[in-house]
Nanobody, 124 residues
Framework: QVQLVESGGGLVQPGGSLRLSCQASGFTYGIGWFRQAPGKKREGVSC????????HYDEKVKGRFTISRDGAENMVYLQMNSLKPEDTAVYYC????????????????????WGQGAQVTVSS
C-alpha cells in the first residue's frame, strides 16, 4: 500500500513558475506526474525511476519542467517554469509498484496509486 500526498499548485501568470510536491510512503519503482485538462485524456508529464533515478519528460514540457527526488524524505518534486496557458490542468502524482521504467510509466499514463490532484491554472 502506497499513500501519496500532493501539495503545491495554484494560479500563476503565463511565464511564471510553480512547484508541485508529492510525498510517498512505501516502496515504489517509479513516481510520475500526470495531468488532465477538461475534455482531454490524462497524459504523462514527467516520471522518475525510484530505482536508478532515470527520468522521462513529455515533449511539451521538456526544457521547462524538472522532476527531482529526495530519497531520504520520499519526496518527488515537479518544478514548472515558463508556464503556458495550455499547461492548465489538474496534476496528479502517481506511483508504480511493479517494475517499470520512467518512459513506460509516462507513456502509458499508468500508476498503481494516485494522489488527490492539484489544480494548476495558468492565466493572466
Amino acid at each position: 500500500q502506497v499513500q501519496l500526498v500532493e501539495s503545491g499548485g495554484g494560479l500563476v501568470q503565463p511565464g511564471g513558475s510553480l512547484r508541485l510536491s508529492c510525498q510517498a510512503s512505501g516502496f515504489t519503482y517509479g513516481i510520475g506526474w500526470f495531468r488532465q485538462a477538461p475534455g482531454k485524456k490524462r497524459e504523462g508529464v514527467s516520471c522518475i525511476s525510484t530505482i536508478d533515478g532515470s527520468t522521462h519528460y513529455d515533449e511539451k514540457v521538456k526544457g521547462r519542467f524538472t522532476i527531482s527526488r529526495d530519497g531520504a524524505e520520499n519526496m518527488v518534486y515537479l518544478q514548472m517554469n515558463s508556464l503556458k496557458p495550455e499547461d492548465t490542468a489538474v496534476y496528479y502524482c502517481a506511483a508504480d509498484v511493479t517494475p517499470t521504467t520512467a518512459q513506460h510509466m509516462c507513456s502509458m499514463a499508468r500508476g498503481d496509486y494516485w494522489g488527490q490532484g492539484a489544480q494548476v491554472t495558468v492565466s493572466s
